[in-house]
Structure formats: C-alpha cells, structure tokens
C-alpha cells in the first residue's frame, strides 16, 4: 500500500491552513484522506465533495453501515487514512 504524505498544519500556506480550518471535524481534526491533498490543494475541495456524497448522501445503507464498510475495507488494505 502506498504512503501518501502530507504538508502539517504547521508548514502549510495560509491557503492550505484555510482549506484545513474549513474541513477540521467537530472532533478538531482533519481528516487523513482529505490532508493527502495538501500538495494540490484544489484536489481537496472535489475530494471532499465526492467523500461527503458517498458517506452522507442520500443511500439504501445507512451512515452506520457505510462507516463500518469503509473500516473493513481500509483494515483488509492496512490502510490507515
């Protein structure tokens, strides 16, 4: 599995550091799969749109239900993001 990295908030552009406050989580965190766009940041912003539409939007599995999958499926790829 590839490693993708990451600029930290502590090095980042004041564009990067604004994407990053726009999409922190109610838990104060930015979320690893969005950070990996950090070195392209107008990736980040369809990424997000395309990762909020498959977790939030409208589906026949409930939001429970497409957490544990992704889960699953980032376990069986030692896929920590």
Do not use: W
């Amino acid at each position: 599995m590839a490693f993708i990295s990451y600029i930290p908030e502590t090095e980042a552009s004041d564009e990067l550091r604004q994407l990053y406050q726009h999409y922190r989580e109610p838990s104060g965190g930015v979320d690893n799969i969005i950070r990996i766009h950090s070195h392209n940041p107008g990736s980040m912003e369809k990424h997000y749109e395309f990762y909020r539409h498959l977790m939030r939007g409208p589906s026949p599995l409930s939001r429970i239900q497409r957490e544990m999958i992704a889960v699953v499926v980032s376990a069986a790829n030692h896929c920590h993001y």
